[in-house]
Every structure is written in structure tokens, then in C-alpha cells.
């Protein structure tokens, strides 16, 4: 038999800070965004008197999107051998299109700068402008935030299956995907939900690993 070279690689127990991260770093894109562009499409504004806002909150986005990517991989270690194939699929899929989708709408938003800052309002009056800026809000405001809710609802029935995250907890999952599915159309703000959920989720993660951990140091009783 060949001898075992190396040892097998375990995910690091701070490694659910990452979502903890994550939530700051998209609530603070989402609050910047939403602060500096006004709901009425008509309005252009914006795109000269708070650019730098908006460039603030694009420059935020890719460190969110690797933040992200780590706390799908700490649930899914968190999991483990208990992990379902079916959902598995759901919220891997579901996570990996929220993300791209937040990435397209921020590339949007950038080009849009971009273009404004070198053609001046003549994208405004050709109609770039409002066809770009409905792109993003349609991309953003309508499939990326029910796409997180997809993931909301499917980690929040492998909670009750596996009990990585209490009951109640999965019942609070299912309670604020759905005012996301529901509630988007009418409130922007309540895109803050997801980011929220993610903090308490990571919160309740980093609880539980360093807590097993304290337990494992103690020596057993001989």
C-alpha cells in the first residue's frame, strides 16, 4: 500500500466570519446605492453629483461576491456527509446565480458611469441611459433578490433536515424569503433582509464552532 502523504484539508474555524463580512460589506452596497440613486428613472442626476458615491459601493461588490463564496462553503462543511444532492443543487445553483447577477448589475452601473463620464448627457438623451438603468433594476431588484431567496428557502429546509441551524431558526429562514419574494416589488429596502439573514446565520456558525472547539480542549475525565 502507498503511505498517506500530507494531511486531509479542514476549513478554518473563522472561516464563518466570512459571512459575517459578506453582510456588512452588501448592506453597505445596498444602503449606498439605494441613497444615492433616486426611484424615478427619469432622474440623472446622480450620475454627476454623487458618482463617487455609487463607484464606492461598485468597488465593494467583488469583496462581497469572494466573501460570499466562503460562507456557501462553510455551510456547506457545516453540513457535511448529511449534505442532500437535491438540495444541494438548489442552493449551490441558486447562491452561484444570485452572485452573478449582483455582478452583472454592478458592471452595469459602472459602464453607465463610465459612458456618462466621457459622453456627458448625450446617453441620457439617446435613451442609453434608461435602458441601461432599467436593465439594472430589473436584473438586481427582480432575479437576483428571488434567487437569494431560493437559497434562503432551500438552506432553510436542509436546517430542518440536518439541524445544522436550530428549528427556529429555519422557520426564520422560510418567514423572510418569503416577504423577499413577496415584498421586493414594493420596498426596495428589504433587499437588506438577505444580508441580515447571512449575519445571523454566520453569527450562530462561528457560535457553535468555537464553543465544540472550547468543549474538545477539555481533557475527559480518566
Known amino acids: 500500500m502507498v503511505a498517506q502523504v500530507g494531511k486531509s484539508l479542514r476549513t478554518p474555524r473563522a472561516a464563518a466570519g466570512a459571512g459575517i463580512a459578506f453582510a456588512v460589506l452588501l448592506s453597505t452596497v445596498y444602503v449606498l446605492l439605494r441613497l444615492s440613486i433616486p426611484t424615478d428613472p427619469n432622474d440623472s442626476e446622480w450620475l454627476n453629483e454623487r458618482a463617487g458615491l455609487v463607484r464606492l459601493a461598485l468597488g465593494l461588490v467583488p469583496f462581497a461576491g469572494i466573501a460570499f463564496l466562503w460562507f456557501m462553503g462553510v455551510v456547506r462543511d457545516r453540513i457535511g456527509d448529511n449534505e442532500d444532492r437535491f438540495f444541494s443543487t438548489v442552493y449551490t445553483g441558486s447562491g452561484l446565480l444570485f452572485l452573478a447577477m449582483v455582478f452583472v448589475a454592478a458592471a452595469g452601473a459602472g459602464s453607465l458611469l ?28 427582480v432575479y437576483s433578490i428571488r434567487m437569494a431567496a431560493v437559497f434562503m428557502f432551500s438552506l432553510g429546509t436542509v436546517g430542518i433536515r440536518t439541524k445544522y441551524i436550530p428549528v427556529w431558526l429555519s422557520m426564520v429562514t422560510y418567514a423572510l424569503a418569503l416577504s423577499l419574494l413577496l415584498v421586493i416589488s414594493h420596498n426596495l429596502w428589504v433587499s437588506l433582509v438577505f444580508p441580515a439573514w447571512v449575519l445571523v446565520i454566520s453569527v450562530y456558525l462561528l457560535f457553535t464552532n468555537f464553543h465544540t472547539k472550547s468543549q474538545s480542549d477539555v481533557p475527559a475525565n480518566s
Open 114 to 141: 463610465a459612458a456618462y463620464s466621457r459622453l456627458g448627457d448625450a446617453i441620457v438623451e439617446s435613451g442609453v441611459y434608461l435602458y441601461v438603468r432599467d436593465m439594472i433594476y430589473v436584473i438586481n431588484n
